[in-house]
């Protein structure tokens, strides 16, 4: 069964620091890829969804994948007090019949003035 | 563009309590999820509909039933609230499913759930 786990658990970054943020999962057979922002008190907000190796970039965040090591990462760039959310990567198999997305249990990111 | 409602925003429940959340979609996406969420973390799935009339369990789905009236609305029940249990329970949309190609999930704002 997928495993998707995230670290840290929390982070806090100044304004305009990158913020780096790092998500393993355990199939190597999995092929679809998201990181979702979560405002408090708010729906889950797709940020950048990412199907091969290498990088793809959407506006301020970039993921990048590394199927071979089961890691993918998100990076922040220039990250703003509105940035303040967490941050939830998710894995399916686009084999599957379900589209089911497994999520790891998130980043709790602040970025301070 | 389109849209996800969920109502309740807010459930307040009794020990034992039969609760029904509801969500309604006019994306015209085929298939709706249902998950849960606890306090600052990930989500898992409950049920899943490809289809009208359609049910399929996820990894969470004892204490659950779940109906797809139709198209646009796709309905959960806890049917036996647990004494201080907290969630939020997501709804999400996506136009099919697997077949070599992954759709977008789009969530609703949630449903938060207290009992008492």
């Known amino acids: 069964q997928q495993k998707v786990q995230q670290s840290p658990e929390s982070l806090t970054v100044s304004e305009g620091a990158m913020a780096s943020l790092n998500c393993t999962f355990s199939d190597r057979s999995s092929d679809n890829f998201r990181w979702y922002r979560q405002h408090s008190g708010k729906g889950l907000e797709v940020l950048v969804s990412?199907?091969?190796?290498g990088e793809k970039e959407e506006g301020s965040f970039t993921a990048h994948l590394n199927r071979a090591s089961l890691h993918v990462f998100l990076h922040i760039r220039e990250p703003q007090p509105s940035d303040s959310a967490l941050y939830l990567c998710?894995?399916?198999?686009?084999?599957?019949?379900?589209?089911?997305?497994?999520f790891g249990e998130g980043t709790q990111v602040t970025v301070i003035s | 563009g389109g849209i996800i409602t969920q109502t309740p925003k807010f459930l307040i429940g009794q020990e034992g309590q039969k609760l029904t959340l509801k969500c309604q979609q006019n994306?015209?996406?085929?298939?709706m999820y249902w998950y849960r969420q606890d306090s600052g973390k990930g989500l898992r799935l409950i049920y899943y509909s490809i289809t009208e009339n359609d049910l399929q369990k996820g990894d969470l789905s004892e204490g659950y039933d779940a109906s797809r009236e139709k198209k646009s609305s796709f309905s959960l029940t806890v049917t036996s609230a647990q004494k201080n249990e907290m969630a939020v329970f997501l709804c999400?949309?996506?136009?099919?499913?697997?077949?070599?190609?992954?759709?977008?999930?789009?969530f609703g704002p949630g449903t938060r759930l207290t009992v008492l």
């Open positions: 998710a894995v399916s198999d686009t084999g599957g019949l379900s589209g089911k997305l497994t």
């Open positions: 999400a949309s996506s136009p099919g499913t697997g077949g070599g190609f992954s759709y977008e999930q789009y």
């Open positions: 994306f015209n996406h085929d298939t």
């Open positions: 990412i199907f091969s190796d």
